[in-house]
């Protein structure tokens, strides 16, 4: 199986500022890593695909990257409706396998 | 506007079984892939089963292989998790999903969830 490492597993940060959640995949996945946002008691939210493309309709301040098996997820200038848990998931192999997961709160 | 309403879930004994379902709307289901999902409670997002587009194929996670079927019925536009042999770690917050045009392993639509748990 693909083992997604993510990290921080929380963090801490003011309005407007810029916060990168990262990713490692245990094996070459390409760009096959997709983030998700869940906000608290809700359902998963897909936010990027294919490492960085935006979903339609999701903010432009988010953003993803990716630098051989690091994938990253930008949030500038983070505002209060993004207290949420965001998770990578890896979907070149069965079976699909999701990062622990980052809880962002706002200081 | 796509809706994915669950429901079923509730409390089972272990080895018991229990059904969820699924039922979409706004969207081409018959030909849409879909998955299960769940999360146990404080934990991350663990991938059950689904199809892999309108056919027949279907895969699952090695952690319910063979306890668990899905399947849908497209005259009813709804997907199902049979789940029986339930054990106490399957215990969770169960998500259906749809797969996203870009590839059925990506999800851009999802229920509400349902609670499942598991205790004698």
């Known amino acids: 199986d693909v083992q997604m490492t993510q990290s921080p597993s929380s963090l801490s940060a003011s309005v407007g500022d810029r916060v990168t959640i990262t990713c490692r995949a245990s094996?070459?996945?390409?760009?096959?890593l997709n983030w998700y946002q869940q906000r608290p008691g809700k359902a998963p939210r897909l936010l990027i695909y294919?490492?960085?493309t935006l979903e339609i309709g999701v903010p432009s301040r988010f953003s993803g990257g990716t630098s051989g098996t690091n994938f990253t997820l930008t949030i500038s200038n983070l505002q209060p409706e993004d207290v949420a848990a965001y998770f990578c998931?890896?979907?070149?192999?069965?079976?699909?396998?999701f990062g622990g997961g980052t809880k962002v709160e706002i200081k | 506007e796509v809706h994915l309403l669950q429901s079923g879930g509730g409390l089972e004994k272990p080895g018991g079984s229990l059904r969820l379902s699924c039922a979409a709307s706004?969207?081409?289901?018959?030909?849409?892939?879909m998955n299960w999902f769940r999360q146990a409670p404080g934990r991350g997002l663990e991938w059950v089963a689904g199809?892999?587009?309108?056919?027949?194929?279907?895969f699952y996670a090695d952690s319910v292989k063979g306890r668990f079927t899905i399947s849908r019925d497209n005259s009813k536009n709804t997907f199902y998790l049979q789940m029986s042999s339930l054990r106490a770690e399957d215990a969770a917050v169960y998500y259906c999903?749809?797969?996203?045009?870009?590839?059925?392993?990506?999800?851009?639509?999802w229920g509400q969830g349902t609670l499942v748990t598991v205790s004698s």
């Open positions: 999903a749809k797969s996203h045009f870009s590839g059925w392993r990506v999800f851009d639509y």
């Open positions: 706004g969207f081409s289901f018959s030909t849409s892939a």
């Open positions: 199809f892999s587009g309108g056919g027949p194929t279907t």
């Open positions: 094996q070459d996945i390409g760009k096959f």
């Open positions: 294919g490492a960085s």
């Open positions: 998931q890896q979907h070149l192999n069965l079976p699909l396998t």
